[in-house]
């Protein structure tokens, strides 16, 4: 008998290939994307560069960018078929039921979804891109029994996702919220939806399926949805007084509190410090009584982690602990806080998936059995 391997449960700490799509150092509380910060890329540039940066590894040139831009914009529209499905899921299933489905219909309208040229699957990459806000936008339309908005071409990427959504045009601060989120969504390495990507692109599935298995895996609270589940959980709380003892006693029954703790921080998330700030600016331009509220259960709630686990576990606010009370800004529903990161996400995973490509390798881990062997079949009458 060989002797028992060391076991990394959820793969920690394992490395599975080169990248230099980002870096996220956990000690420092740093993220770039390509070698840019996090930092600068939120202030200066928008989602439809770093998609195209993230995408094809350095900034566009202006004539690049317009290009890149034109194809995005025309192709958000999405084929009567997928949008009768969205009509039909959207009142029953959550959101990213729905978009996992709608995402995995598109394949439909690919003439050669198989092709893993270079550039062809770039540029399913930007269809995936251009059309995922689409779904996460009429899946909140018809939620509420509204009709479907096609896209407005004049719009950028993020605004038009919210005109899709409201109806209304948003003002400069709005706009540059949304886009924020879709920023700072955009990638963050091997995480557990990236991964499950990569493990389906490297059976050489195409895109779309690779894409597909991202969703699902993004969907659990361990994960993507917990910015729904943090918000979730201020709703709970109610009250701003009631915080603490809220908090106290979820963790002394041993539940975990979503938005904080990171496989990789282990100490402050970038993002999470960029949405507070945008937050707490937020608080300048007459913000609801909802939006106060829960700013300040967030800020109460993220000192007493801080206090309590940040020196002692490592445990801080990740980007999805003040993304719920960011979103409810803009008025989005938190059903709707997941598909926006899938549309977001989608350049990140994408921009894996050709960079696993250049150099694919079968992912194919081990397992240590500790099973029985040789055990004698039974059959069914004598069992
Ligand atoms: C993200 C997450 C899964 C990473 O966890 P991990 O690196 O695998 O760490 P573990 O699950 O092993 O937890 C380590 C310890 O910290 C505690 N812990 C981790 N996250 C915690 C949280 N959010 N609230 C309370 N305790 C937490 C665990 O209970 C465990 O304590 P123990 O050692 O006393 O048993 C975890 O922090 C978590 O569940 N967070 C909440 C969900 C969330 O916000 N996810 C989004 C991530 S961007």
Not at 202 to 225: E, M
Not at 366 to 378: F, H, N, Q
Request: hydrophobic letters at 35%.
């Amino acid at each position: 008998m060989s002797e028992k391997p060391v076991i990394n449960y959820g793969l920690e700490g394992i490395y599975v290939d080169e990248s230099s799509i980002s870096k996220v150092d956990g000690q420092n509380g740093r993220l770039w994307y390509r070698g840019y910060s996090i930092e600068s890329l939120a202030s200066q540039s928008n989602f439809e560069e770093v998609s195209y940066l993230l995408l094809n590894g350095r900034l566009p040139s202006k004539q690049e960018y317009e290009e890149y831009t034109k194809k995005l914009r025309e192709r958000r529209g999405l084929p009567k078929e997928v949008i009768d499905v969205i009509r039909v899921m959207a009142p029953v299933s959550h959101p990213m039921d729905v978009m996992r489905t709608a995402t995995s219909m598109l394949v439909m309208y690919d003439s050669d979804p198989n092709n893993r040229d270079l550039e062809a699957t770039k540029d399913k990459i930007i269809t995936l891109l251009a059309k995922t806000p689409t779904i996460a936008a009429a899946t909140g339309r018809f939620r509420e029994e509204k009709k479907y908005i096609p896209p407005d071409i004049s719009l950028g990427h993020s605004e038009n996702f919210l005109y899709m959504l409201s109806g209304k045009k948003p003002n400069e601060f709005e706009g540059k919220l949304i886009d924020l989120m879709f920023i700072l969504h955009a990638e963050h390495s091997t995480n557990a939806s990236t991964f499950s990507v990569l493990v389906t692109a490297s059976t050489l599935a195409d895109v779309y399926a690779a894409i597909t298995a991202g969703i699902g895996t993004l969907k659990g609270p361990l994960h993507g949805g917990a910015d729904e589940a943090a918000l979730n959980m201020m709703n709970a709380i109610g009250n701003p007084d009631n915080t603490e003892k809220y908090i106290e006693e979820a963790l002394e029954g041993k539940q975990r509190i979503m938005g904080f703790g990171h496989r990789v921080y282990k100490t402050y998330d970038p993002r999470a410090k960029l949405v507070r700030n945008y937050l707490e600016e937020s608080l300048t331009k007459e913000p609801s009584d909802e939006v106060r509220r829960l700013l300040q259960i967030a800020l109460r709630a993220e000192k007493l982690m801080v206090d309590k686990l940040g020196a002692t576990k490592g445990i801080w606010p990740n980007v999805d602990f003040f993304a719920g009370p960011l979103y409810r800004v803009l008025g989005i529903d938190s059903h709707l806080f997941t598909p926006i990161f899938v549309a977001s996400r989608t350049s990140g995973w994408g921009s894996h998936i050709v960079e696993y490509w250049h150099n694919n390798k079968l992912v194919r881990p081990v397992e240590w059995y500790v099973g029985s062997l040789d055990t004698p079949y039974v059959p069914m009458d004598m069992r």
